[in-house]
């Protein structure tokens, strides 16, 4: 998955399925396939496709996908949707939640067999600071409101994205992030880290081992719904300060 060229890395829990337990191999030497809590970094080369899809396949799993498509974003939902419909979860049940303004310029794309799209109207914000903080409330509200009895996972996307390459079952974990493709080279003393101690995104200098990406994350529903209203109930605090 490729977004303006760059290329995302996924980070995601060991896969316990019923008595089976997912074994990465990681074959590469050449970036970090391990996290310091023993959390496997996904990258190509670093699983087998079919054992995982041996797994997950049959257990009839449904997975959510949300992208806000807002004012001029409206432009890119059929870039999304089209590479994704050749890419991502392939073979798998996956329902599309496009939040936007502008419902009537949602484009009609031809889905495949299980795949629906869901178009969710919702009000425009005047600044794109707003738009961005809001994102967590809206999420967590359609979870309680829909999702948690529609899906069994959840993942939160940028609709500015093209899909190029395979994403699959792989990414299929209890809560996953993407690790920031300009950053995942460097040490912590340059990420981009909250350094004002009155804010509740606070990360101390000597603390932090990844810089995220905010263009995906996700992983089971519950975990996703948990995320998301830690996320805006900071938000809210730190709004108030």
């Not at 890395?9 to 316990?16: K, N, P």
């Amino acid at each position: 998955m490729w977004n303006k060229g760059r290329s995302f890395l996924m980070i995601g829990l060991t896969v316990t399925v019923g008595l089976f337990t997912v074994v990465y191999v990681f074959r590469r030497s050449d970036v970090m396939t391990v996290t310091p809590w023993l959390a496997p970094v996904v990258w190509d080369g670093t699983f087998d496709t079919s054992i995982i899809n041996s797994l997950y396949q049959p257990q009839n799993l449904t997975i959510g996908t949300t992208v806000f498509a807002i004012g001029k974003y409206t432009q890119f939902i059929k870039g999304f949707l089209e590479t994704a419909e050749k890419h991502f979860l392939v073979g798998y049940k996956v329902n599309y939640y496009i939040f936007t303004d502008k419902p009537e310029d949602v484009p009609s794309v031809a889905l495949g067999p299980q795949r629906n799209l869901n178009v969710i109207t919702v009000s425009k914000f005047s600044r794109w600071q707003e738009i961005s903080m809001r994102r967590m409330e809206r999420i967590l509200n359609i979870i309680e409101e829909r999702l948690l009895k529609e899906v069994d996972y959840l993942y939160c996307l940028d609709v500015d994205m093209l899909f190029h390459n395979h994403w699959g079952a792989e990414v299929l974990s209890t809560l996953v992030a993407s690790i920031h493709p300009g950053y995942y080279k460097n040490l912590r003393e340059v990420f981009p880290y909250e350094r004002r101690p009155a804010s509740q995104a606070y990360i101390p200098l000597d603390q932090g081992d990844f810089y995220y990406a905010g263009a995906m994350f996700g992983g089971l529903i519950q975990n996703v719904h948990a995320l998301t209203k830690t996320c805006h109930q900071a938000i809210l605090i730190d709004k108030q300060n």
